[in-house]
């Protein structure tokens, strides 16, 4: 089959390649070291876009979350998940649109959308763990 992964994902690729970063072709966990640093970049994006929420200053804004999503595109790379990435995607916005009750949006006092009676979880394993991964 054909690789058919977005330009965003194309981009970070780049950037891995010309910066010697491995990334994976197949489904697959990273070690200790690598999970690690791909969680603590993530939680710096994540300290720097609430600096900037808290400035009132977009650009920081704009910044944080561009970073946010090239550091996911690039984990998501590195765990060999981009050929998958958007059937996972597809299935978990199917998943998310079951937690409608009766029609009608159930929230948490904080604003937080739970999930109705007729909610059924993402099934992510059988896309994970077709016959080509087995």
Avoid: C
């Avoid at 603590?40 to 920081?60: P, R, T």
């Amino acid at each position: 089959m054909e690789n058919k992964i977005p330009e965003i994902f194309k981009m970070v690729e780049e950037f891995n390649n010309v910066f010697g970063i491995e990334l994976s072709q197949t489904p697959t966990l990273l070690n200790q070291k690598e999970s690690e640093l791909r969680y603590q970049l993530g939680l710096e994006e994540l300290s720097e876009y609430n600096s900037a929420v808290n400035e009132q200053d977009l650009v920081g804004v704009a910044d944080a979350l561009v970073d946010q999503m090239y550091i996911l595109v690039g984990t998501i790379m590195k765990h060999g998940l981009q050929d998958k990435f958007f059937e996972m995607f597809n299935e978990v916005h199917r998943s998310n649109m079951s937690k409608l009750e009766e029609g009608k949006v159930i929230l948490r006092e904080d604003g937080k959308i739970l999930k109705g009676r007729n909610y059924s979880k993402p099934d992510l394993k059988s896309i994970l763990y077709t016959q080509e991964n087995v």
